[in-house]
């Protein structure tokens, strides 16, 4: 009836007020999350940073739909980033090493990235890549290098006229 049609119409308007549904009509986060990556996300990075880096990218992207396989972006949560990061840490890397978690930190700021464009785009509705809290100096990557007699020849010549930092760099 005419009532009956009334009230639906008033309750989609409601529903598209309240953030459910997106432009397209369609419901916020109904999107497959492979599909938005290659439709939208993949296409923006290509022509925003160097080749090198948006092959890192499309890596990092391909581990990201492979653990997220069938999900829609609303499927997408803080407990699911939080089983990503988990079964990334337990697992090993392609070389059969422990990942380390500057890697998979690496793989939720892309994921986060991401979700970011989806929330731009009004695809999702929040990006749960936020809530995920990382112990201080975990993330932290570094590699201990020693120098070389020339090295450290060519760096003392250097801080000779400095004898503060000079003194650091005997120290250490």
Known sequence: TRTEAEVAVA???KKIYAGRYGQDG?????????????????????????????????YRVNVLCRHF?????????HVAVEGLRRAM??????????AKSSTVKAYITTLSC???LAVENER????????????????RSSRDRV???????????????FPEPMDAARLS
């Open 11 to 13: 309750d989609i308007i």
């Open 26 to 58: 369609r419901e916020v986060g109904a999107e497959g999350f492979e599909q938005f990556v290659r439709a939208a996300y993949l296409p923006q990075k290509q022509g925003s940073v160097s080749p090198l880096t948006y092959r890192h990218e499309e």
């Open 69 to 77: 396989k069938g999900k829609a972006l609303r499927d997408i949560t």
């Open 89 to 98: 840490l337990r697992g090993n890397t392609q070389y059969k090493r422990p």
């Open 114 to 116: 991401v979700l970011d």
């Open 124 to 139: 999702a509705t929040f990006n749960p890549c936020r809530k995920v809290k990382w112990a201080r100096g975990a993330t």
């Open 147 to 161: 120098l070389t007699y020339d090295e450290e020849e060519a760096l003392m010549s250097k801080l000779s006229r």
